[in-house]
């Protein structure tokens, strides 16, 4: 997986692509918006990390120049910025993911890897917890090497369960994500689906975190 | 409460009363007086036409009476050396002499019951006397009530005055009223100049110091709220810098390199502290009103615990919520930062393996949002001086003991302020620790409380 990091300060950008490159993705940086258009436009790659504090030209500019050209390329914002409207004119620029500083590497990482498998070039298509494989290119799922069979709405909860991996999702999203699939959401919907999949999944696979929500631990 | 135009409005009735009284007393005064001199022309007028028809006069009282008139108030005698010629209007026990003395001019003299003006006139070519006289009270009584009705109308005419000054003042006041009007009508966050009417002079000089003042309050604003962005950005790269940093070291760091683990927990305490301080600064509590929303507490609780379950998850710590619908009005940021504040207090006083606990309970007029943990919790005795440190904090910034763990406190505090909610802490519902609870109004008591207010 390629990646271009867009970034003006050095030190951050240094650690940066020592972190990266340690995780075995390959990337490239740049630390002016000028440099980054041009390096977009010949040498187009697969994802780009973008700081919006750049020196020459404003990050959210940068964002709206490089989606006239480049539709579908993931872009995820780092900023330094944090209030409500930031975020939202961030992902209204057309942000697949947007990161505050500081952050957590392991974080980062794990959004790189839901926006990889998202453009289907990740490296590896599969997320492995414990013994739970999912495939997202085959859309299968294998327990223990043997393949269990998940109707689609508990395939695609536990595939936000499993890229999440050791973070809580709360009711809330995952009833979102139930609705905008198209399901008539009774009210104990999520439930009866992850009661499901507790069976198939073996019953600790999904921890209940009470009044909140579900999380998958990491292994 | 005072009021311009009442004040106005009787200040200039009262004035114009009396500039009213003083000139009709003064009217009245010269008007007598010039009515004494017209009756007393008339009265030597009379004399004159009888000096004039002297000659018949005797012989007949009724043509002389036609000639002064009828009226019951005049007499007349006529002597000759000593000897009464004529008389009219004179009563008889009055005949005997003269009833004004005979000298030239005019007497004021009392007979027949009343008091006379008289004019004594001598006549040279027929050596008569005239004597022409006319009662005090009737020509006073005349000249009254011709005063009196010249007079009469400017009293009439004070209601009238006031109402028509009530207008007028109205009338002027308004521009005043439409300024009030519209300051009234600006959200608390807006501080945009007022400009939208022509202001008279006298009012310009007000708008343009409410609109300096304005000014210089955006700009303290506007300076507070870039003083936070630029000290975010200048402080969370490069600990951005020194996570990712120590991320990499740890990540090739053998078992040896223990001195790693706490440089990694200060950078965490540090990253905490920093952004503690810009929460602080971010907003003004009339910002913060402005923004506020109809929100779920419990939708928000959920996203803090999620957020916050991987570092208890770190410490073996369980967590649970139990919580209503929560209907109310509030700022969900200042929210999670307050709820995130009260569960890392809990976390970390509690210790590892302990039993977090968020409750949320929608009563009545009331949004309780209770934080508990099973840990040592803290004496009944010394639950008031935590409490007293919580408040001292939250009312002196500059507190140099402000940056350290108390902070998180102080901006509990300050948010629930903003919210206004209550605090207050006591025992656990497990069988030691401390429970913090909040108490906010609910969104239809909010609601009401606010169209009150």
């Known amino acids: 997986m390629s990646i271009l990091l867009v970034e003006d300060d050095q030190d951050l ?24 258009l041009h390096v ?72 790189l890897r839901v926006l990889g498998r998202r453009m289907g070039t990740s490296s590896s298509n599969v997320i492995s917890v414990g013994a739970v494989n999912l495939d997202t290119t085959s859309q299968t799922v294998t327990v223990n090497g043997e393949p269990a069979d998940l109707p689609r709405r508990e395939y695609m909860l ?62 | ?21 003083l000139t009709a007393l003064h009217g009245y005064r010269t008007s007598m007086a010039k009515a004494e001199q017209l009756f007393d022309a008339q009265l030597a007028d009379i004399a004159d036409v009888l000096a004039l028809t002297a000659g018949g006069l005797e012989s007949s009282p009724a043509v002389l009476a036609t000639v002064m008139g009828d009226g019951p108030g005049i007499a007349f005698q006529v002597w000759h050396h000593g000897e009464l010629l004529s008389s009219a209007g004179v009563a008889p026990e009055n005949l005997a ?36 006289a006319e009662r005090a009270d009737v020509r006073f009584n005349l000249a009254e009530s011709v005063i009196l009705e010249s007079i009469l109308p400017i009293i009439l005419g004070l209601p009238l005055a006031g109402l028509l000054i009530w207008i007028i003042v109205g009338r002027g006041l308004r521009p005043l009223k439409d300024l009030a009007g519209e300051m009234g009508n600006k959200r608390s966050d807006d501080l945009s100049p007022v400009a939208d009417f022509e202001p008279p002079q006298e009012l310009a000089v007000l708008i343009n110091s409410i609109n300096d003042l304005l000014r210089r309050l955006e700009a303290s604003f506007e300076r507070e709220k870039r003083f936070a962005a630029d000290a975010a950005h200048e402080l969370r790269t490069p600990i951005s810098v020194l996570k990712v940093q120590l991320h990499n070291l740890l990540r090739d760091a053998d078992e040896g390199m223990v001195a790693l683990r706490p440089l990694k927990a200060a950078v965490e305490r540090m990253e905490h502290s920093v952004e503690q301080v810009l929460m602080l600064y971010r907003t003004t509590p009339e910002q913060f009103a402005a923004n506020f929303t109809d929100l779920d507490l419990a939708g928000v609780a959920r996203q803090v615990i999620a957020a916050l379950y991987p570092q208890l998850e ?28 009260l569960i890392e207090n809990a976390s970390k006083y509690s210790g ?31 639950r008031d001086k935590v409490f007293e440190r919580f408040y001292r904090l939250g009312s002196d910034r500059q507190d140099p003991g402000i940056v350290g763990s108390g902070i998180g406190l102080a901006i509990v505090r300050h948010l629930v302020d903003i919210h206004g909610a209550s605090i207050s802490l006591g025992e656990s519902s497990f069988p030691t620790g401390l429970a913090v609870t909040v108490r906010f109004p609910a969104a239809s008591s909010a609601n009401s409380g606010r169209s009150a207010a």
């Not at chain 2, 004004?100 to 027929?126: E, H, I, K, M, Q």
């Open chain 2, 1 to 21: 409460m005072s009021s311009i135009r009442r004040f106005l409005v009787v200040v200039l009735l009262a004035t114009i009363t009396l500039i009213n009284f």
């Open chain 1, 158 to 219: 536990l595939k936000v369960l499993m890229e999440n991996a050791g973070r809580v999702q709360t009711r809330d999203s995952l009833e979102n994500k139930l609705y905008s699939w198209g399901e008539e959401v009774a009210s104990n919907a999520l439930e009866v689906h992850i009661h499901h999949l507790r069976k198939k999944l073996g019953s600790d696979f999904i921890a209940t975190v009470r009044g909140v929500g579900y999380t998958v631990k990491e292994a």
């Open chain 2, 314 to 341: 770190a410490k073996q710590q369980q967590i649970e919520l139990v919580a209503d619908r929560s209907p109310m009005r509030g700022d969900a940021f200042a929210l999670r930062t307050l709820l995130t504040n």
């Open chain 2, 97 to 132: 002499e003269p009833v004004a003395p005979l000298v030239v001019g005019y007497a004021d003299v009392n007979f027949a019951g009343y008091r006379w003006r008289a004019f004594s006139r001598y006549v040279p070519d027929t050596e008569r006397w005239l004597i022409v």
């Open chain 1, 40 to 111: 977009i436009g010949t040498e187009t790659p697969e994802i780009v990390i973008l700081d919006l504090g750049l020196p020459d030209k404003d990050g959210l500019d940068v964002l709206r120049q490089l989606r006239r050209q480049h539709r579908d390329l993931p872009v995820l914002v780092l900023t330094a910025r944090d209030s409500l409207g930031d975020k939202v004119a961030g992902l209204d620029s057309g942000a697949d993911d947007y990161l505050a500083k500081p952050f957590e590497m392991a974080e980062l990482l794990a959004r």
């Open chain 1, 13 to 36: 950008a240094t650690g940066l692509l020592e972190a990266l490159r340690k995780e075995g993705l390959s990337i490239n940086h740049v630390g002016t918006a000028k440099a980054a």
């Open chain 2, 352 to 382: 590892s393996g302990c039993e977090i606990r968020v409750t949320i309970k929608h009563k009545g007029n009331e949004v309780e949002l209770t934080v508990e943990d099973n840990g040592p919790g803290i004496p009944a005795d010394q």
